[in-house]
């Protein structure tokens, strides 16, 4: 019975793959959710101190009556031993079970924020208990079943108090399990202080958010996304597009950059800036000149390694979950203080 039990496991491991259940379907995006209907969410947790970085992402993702936010907020907790997988449902007026205790603070810091919000954000909390090595399954069913338009995943890299950092590799690991196999798109949080230190309800000047499109599916999903944002009325939006000389542009990029362009061309929280690129080395000096212009900035995950603007960048990619891009503002070698978001549709 042992031995049948020892030979059995690993064939049932092989043959046994969650991620079959949504592979071949068509991933949902924000950029094909329609503009008044309500926007779904799933955002993780591994412990309380994303939390109010993850609550101001979604202030800024503009939660309005007419299109809402219902959000999935997941507290992920490392399975020890070898029991099965659990997913704890938090609902209204009940207990927190004996398994998911660690998550009371997580649970009540969003619960508040949903009361605040006056029916704009409707708040549903999760605690998935699970060994790193499967954790992303959690996500990735929980995002299929509740038809989620994107995942927001934090960067296992924490900035704390003078610029000191701690590092935790298995959730790295666990970020690109969720990049590799998510059936919608995905964010990665890169939290560097101005986002979880802001507060959008003061009197403070407008919170300042900066998109770099090149082009691409991922570029389209980040715009769009950050077009969302704009809407917020204490926020300000500047897209940079980066143009290579004598290039056509992709219609799809012209497409969506026109509708950005249309009704904002008068407002002055809506900025368009096109810098002309010819190589990787004329880039990176662009986005270098964007250093503390912004509190946020956007940027899509992948881009044509073969293009003249990112040849040469594989080699110094500290990062590749973060794509070029990211990669270049959040590296060890910049010393920014903006926080990122990584889109990947």
Same mark, same amino acid.
């Given at each position: ?69 219902? $959000? ?53 909390? $999760? ?16 995002? $299929? ?201």
């Amino acid at each position: 019975m042992v031995l049948m039990t020892q030979t059995l496991t690993p064939i049932v491991k092989l043959l046994y793959k969650p991620s079959k259940r949504y592979m071949g379907v068509n991933r949902r995006s924000i950029q094909h959710t329609m503009a008044n209907e309500e926007l779904r969410l799933l955002a993780c947790t591994f412990n309380q101190n994303s939390t109010p970085s993850i609550i101001n992402l979604l202030e800024v993702s503009h939660p309005m009556l007419r299109s809402p936010i219902c $959000f999935y907020i997941v507290h992920l907790m490392e399975l020890l031993g070898r029991s099965s997988p659990i997913l704890v449902v938090h609902q209204k007026g009940k207990r927190s079970s004996i398994h998911s205790h660690h998550s009371d603070h997580v649970i009540n810091a969003f619960r508040l924020y949903e009361q605040h919000s006056r029916g704009k954000v409707m708040v549903h909390p $999760f605690t998935a208990i699970a060994p790193y090595a499967t954790m992303h399954d959690e996500i990735c069913n929980l995002a $299929f079943e509740k038809r989620v338009s994107m995942v927001i995943i934090p960067f296992h890299k924490r900035w704390i108090l003078h610029g000191s950092e701690e590092c935790d590799n298995p959730i790295k690991a666990v970020n690109f399990k969720i990049l590799k196999n998510a059936p919608c798109s995905v964010g990665i949080l890169v939290d560097k202080g101005t986002l979880s230190g802001r507060n959008l309800g003061s009197r403070k000047p407008l919170y300042s958010i900066g998109m770099i499109f090149v082009g691409g599916p991922d570029d389209r999903e980040a715009l769009t996304y950050a077009m969302r944002m704009a809407e917020h009325p204490k926020v300000s939006l500047t897209v940079i597009q980066l143009v290579q000389p004598h290039k056509k542009s992709n219609e799809l990029d012209f497409d969506i950059i026109k509708r950005f362009k249309m009704p904002n061309i008068h407002q002055k929280h809506y900025l368009y800036r096109e810098e002309v690129v010819k190589d990787s080395v004329e880039m990176i000096n662009v986005i270098k000149s964007l250093e503390n212009l912004y509190e946020l900035i956007l940027v899509g995950r992948q881009h044509e390694s073969n293009s003249p603007l990112f040849m040469g960048l594989t080699l110094w990619n500290e990062y590749p979950e973060l794509g070029y891009l990211g990669d270049m503002l959040v590296s060890s070698e910049s010393d920014w203080k903006v926080s990122v978001l990584v889109v990947q549709q």
